[in-house]
């Protein structure tokens, strides 16, 4: 913990900073309208509750003030002795009783609209992991491909640790965003692979809790093109805050070409799985994954942070039977943070990553790990 | 304590007592004034604590990006504030205020289970230091947050999970321990004519307090339980891989964790309910629609649990019922509200300290009160919920809620505790500098929440910077100002303006016909009942 002259001085350096550079000077008050006709009737009870509030609080305020300024004993205020009335009792609940009447009303028709997800154009499921999203295109007819794609932060470390410049989405950009139609009903399917998450886009006015073994709808009709940001928003772990969302709401005609263009991309995955690496490729893709989705447990360097998150610079597991660093890797380690990883990347993915850690942070056990030794153990494992 | 007064009171009794002397006073003490004197000095120990924790994490959020700790200690620091601030600062004070007040306000000579009142106490210190003790075991401590949902909790947690689980099991039955003690003393040890609808306003709502502890602790104690099992024992409550369900952690959390929140804050209205009429020199206006409302609260309390779930996938008759039944709570709570403003209008107002501090609750409490009504209101709460606008609304109520009412309570009866004035210009200060701090604090918090920042992050997006080093700015502020409250106990204690027996002139109440200081034992004879008003 910081010494109390060190937290001040910080303080007011920081304050210092905050004026001098008036740093992106962001004072937004409100919630976001949104691009969904569900978001604007959300945004507009949430107004009229807002108004019905300030109207009450301006009266009992006001009666409270009025009393503070000329009910003063220092004025020469004689205390009255009204007490108890039942007809004023009866009043002061009727009324709010009916306000809150008036404004169940219109809540009950704005969820019941919500909770409509019948008839979806396209159903994509939503699987949140510690610390990323993955979004499946449901296929629609047998002879598609099913695409799937991961999506993490692409925010940079040295952004978050503040050697680098912080760019203008800091924390709310990916690498691979979810890609959806406007105009068109998209039924979200929310499900997790391993503790709670939320899947929250302000501008849609969705937010869903991702629960292990439970799968949640939700929906959207996108009525404007653009590119629509959002977080995690259940508590999920060490790096719940570094899992953002980010959508590119497409014309339908846009969307069509890239879903035409992802099909192709899953063909030709799949005959990638029987490719052969070579050491460099292997090692220069491993580490772009490990630096995205291996580094916030394993840190920099391999060094961990024992005794949770173990080290991989030297440790058994990674520089021993390859083996057991496939498995490890595939499987995961039961009972702890280690995930199963084999469903999230493809097998070169999985062999490049491999090959990465145990010829990296001075493991140099010269081993190249191919995507058919991936397969073996997965298929074995089945 | 004085004791020189005690020993004129009891120059009679022969065989009387005064409290022993040294460290074995407090170890062994049964007196009610002992224990409830520990209990405050225990919960204000506790509060600062859970402040400092708190300061850490407005720290790291004073400016984007992380300065000063890792996310997993960074939760850590959440997981522990919540739960020192809930279970360590804000239950022990306000049971340190009925063991103080209660036998005190009813005419009793002691609470009716002396030993068990020890006990309930004495086990709290080992309960929380058990639990603070995991931040320096190997894994760190509790990092998923005071309510802890599984299975973040069970299968993904720190192995220190275990000794909270166990820390969470000695409070609850501390206060459930409490709990029956109150009961016990209100049901059975009320001086001659005083019936229960003579009962001062803090009486009533603690007892109604105490009849939800005991119906949810257990539930908690539950809960922590199924968690312990799935851990150790192979079960799978709250594993969907082994046919268990997590949304059931979250329905049973709930069930305990919304009667909670009205256990933390019946009580503090009893304090207000006792000090508004007192500084405006009038009686309550609706003493009876008080004791009525304070009931349907509690009663409304056990039914609105899944408000907190609403985005956990309920069916639509689910959410409906949850969400008409959180909007009626409004309705009891603005009767409480009306009742202390129409007590205030047309009085005759003065202003110390625990009147100013009683004032700033009823205001700040109802902006929670209306952040409430807009929670409750299930589509628009797919928006707040788990943002800093929830993040706001119930450090609202908590804060200069709850927390307002234990300063308003410290100040009202530390001329009675301690036989001296306490310094009205440091008391003033306190709350000045509490009131501007904590609204600086967490008002910003509801923009923050409204324009998308979800809580329990570490780090955040940009556009949320300028809030943020406000609210941080106004929690520093706060923070420190609580020591002032700390230097005008000490002060009071070691001197100052005698204080008369009655204290303020408009007080009413059996507690203000005892001498000041209260002597070691009151009321060994019941007291005249002339002297018991109606309310």
């Known amino acids: ?382 | 304590m004085s004791t020189s007064s005690a020993a004129l009171d009891h120059s009679h009794d022969d065989h009387h007592h005064g409290p022993a002397k040294g460290f074995s006073r407090w170890l062994f003490t049964t007196n009610h004034k002992d224990i409830g004197s520990m209990y405050l000095w225990f919960s204000f120990a506790m509060f600062l604590l859970g402040g400092t924790f708190a300061l850490v994490i407005r720290a790291e959020l004073f400016q984007p990006g992380l300065q000063f700790v890792e996310p997993n200690f960074f939760n850590q620091m959440t997981t522990m504030h919540g739960l020192v601030m809930v279970f360590g600062a804000v239950m022990p004070a306000f049971v340190g205020l009925a063991n103080w007040m209660i036998p005190l306000m009813i005419g009793a000579p002691d609470m009716a289970l002396p030993r068990m009142n020890n006990w309930s106490f004495w086990i709290l210190p080992f309960a929380f230091a058990l639990m603070v003790s995991t931040l320096f075991m190997e894994g760190g401590g509790p990092n998923f947050g005071w309510t802890f949902y599984a299975p973040l909790s069970t299968t993904y947690a720190p192995s220190s999970v275990t000794y909270f689980i166990f820390a969470v099991h000695i409070m609850g039955a501390s206060s459930i321990m409490g709990a029956i003690n109150v009961i016990a003393t209100i049901l059975n040890m009320r001086a001659p004519g005083m019936t229960l609808m003579k009962m001062p306003l803090f009486v009533w709502t603690w007892l109604i307090t105490a009849y939800l502890l005991i119906a949810v602790m257990p539930v908690l104690a539950g809960v922590v339980t199924m968690m312990l099992f799935d851990i150790h024992f192979g079960t799978s409550f709250f594993n969907a891989a082994g046919g268990g369900d997590p949304v059931l952690f979250q329905h049973l959390f709930w069930f305990f964790g919304h009667p909670e929140v009205y256990i933390m804050i019946l009580p503090a209205f009893g304090v207000v309910s006792a000090i508004i009429p007192t500084f405006a020199r009038k009686r309550l206006f609706g003493y009876d629609s008080m004791v009525y409302a304070t009931a349907s609260i509690a009663f409304l309390s056990f039914i609105v649990w899944a408000h907190h779930m609403f985005t956990v996938g309920m069916p639509l008759a689910g959410q409906l019922f949850f969400m008409y039944a959180t909007m009626l709570i409004a309705v009891p709570t603005g009767v409480k509200v009306f009742n202390w403003v129409a007590t205030m209008f047309r009085g005759a107002m003065t202003f110390e300290t625990p009147m100013l501090f009683a004032i700033a609750f009823v205001v700040l409490f109802t902006i929670g009160g209306f952040t409430g009504v807009m929670l409750a209101m299930t589509p628009v709460d797919f928006q707040y919920h788990d943002t800093y606008f929830v993040v706001a609304h119930f450090h609202y109520v908590l804060v200069p809620g709850a927390v307002f009412s234990l300063m308003a309570a410290a100040y009202y009866w530390l001329p009675k505790w301690t036989g001296y004035m306490y310094d009205e210009n440091l008391g003033k200060l306190h709350f000045w500098m509490s009131f501007v701090g904590v609204n600086l604090l967490f008002f910003p918090q509801h923009f923050l929440g409204l324009a998308g920042m979800p809580r329990r992050i570490p780090d955040y997006a940009l556009q949320f910077a300028n809030f943020n080093w406000i609210s941080s700015v106004g929690a520093f502020l706060f923070g420190f100002s609580q020591l002032i409250l700390l230097v005008v106990v000490i002060k009071c204690i070691r001197g100052g303006k005698k204080a008369t027996d009655q204290v303020w002139e408009g007080a009413e109440g059996l507690e203000w016909t005892v001498p000041s200081p209260a002597p070691y034992h009151t009321f060994e004879t019941p007291p005249d009942p002339s002297l018991i008003k109606d309310q």
């Not at chain 1, 303080?11 to 691009?35: D, F, I, K, Q």
């Not at chain 1, 940001?229 to 959508?247: K, N, Y």
């Not at chain 1, 490719?275 to 916030?296: H, K």
């Open chain 1, 1 to 382: 913990m910081l010494s109390k002259a060190k937290l001040w001085l910080s303080l007011a350096v920081g304050t210092l900073l905050m004026w001098s550079t008036g740093a992106h000077a962001a004072w937004e008050l409100n919630m976001p309208r949104g691009v969904t006709q569900i978001s604007r009737d959300t945004y507009d009870l949430h107004m009229t509750i807002f108004w019905w509030m300030i109207a009450i609080g301006v009266v009992v305020f006001g009666v409270l003030l009025w009393s503070i300024i000329n009910h003063r004993k220092s004025k020469g205020a004689k205390p009255a002795s009204f007490h108890e009335s039942t007809k004023v009792e009866i009043v002061w609940t009727l009324i709010p009783f009916l306000i809150l009447i008036a404004m169940a009303v219109p809540a009950t028709r704005v969820l019941t609209a919500a909770y409509d997800a019948s008839a979806s154009d396209l159903d994509i499921q939503i699987t949140g992991y510690q610390w990323r999203w993955e979004y499946s295109y449901l296929p629609q007819s047998a002879d598609e491909e099913e695409v799937s794609f991961f999506s993490t932060l692409a925010t940079s470390r040295e952004e978050i640790s503040n050697s680098m410049e912080k760019g203008e989405n800091y924390l709310l950009e990916v690498d691979n965003p979810l890609v959806i139609p406007t105009d068109r009903k998209v039924r979200f399917l929310m499900t997790s692979a391993d503790v709670l998450h939320a899947w929250w886009v302000p501008e849609f006015a969705v937010k869903k809790d991702n629960v292990p073994g439970f799968i949640n709808e939700s929906w959207v009709i996108v009525e404007e093109p653009g590119v629509y940001r959002g977080q995690c928003a259940e508590l999920c772990g060490m790096d719940h805050g570094f899992m953002p969302i980010e959508v590119h709401a497409l014309e339908p005609a846009e969307y069509d070409e890239w879903y035409a263009e992802q099909q192709q991309l899953a063909l030709a995955e799949q005959e990638l799985a029987n490719a052969e690496l070579s050491m460099d490729d292997a090692m220069a893709q491993g580490e772009e994954i490990y630096t995205a989705s291996c580094i916030a447990c394993h840190q920099a360097g391999g060094a961990g942070m024992p005794p949770v998150f173990p080290a991989l610079a030297g440790s058994e597991k990674a520089t021993g039977d390859v083996q057991v660093t496939i498995d490890t890797l595939v499987n995961g380690v039961p009972g702890t943070a280690m995930a199963a990883f084999g469903r999230q990347f493809n097998a070169v993915e999985l062999a490049s990553i491999i090959t990465y850690v145990r010829n990296a942070f001075g493991n140099e056990t010269g081993d190249l790990v191919q995507p058919a030794d991936v397969n073996a153990i997965i298929e074995g494992g089945q």
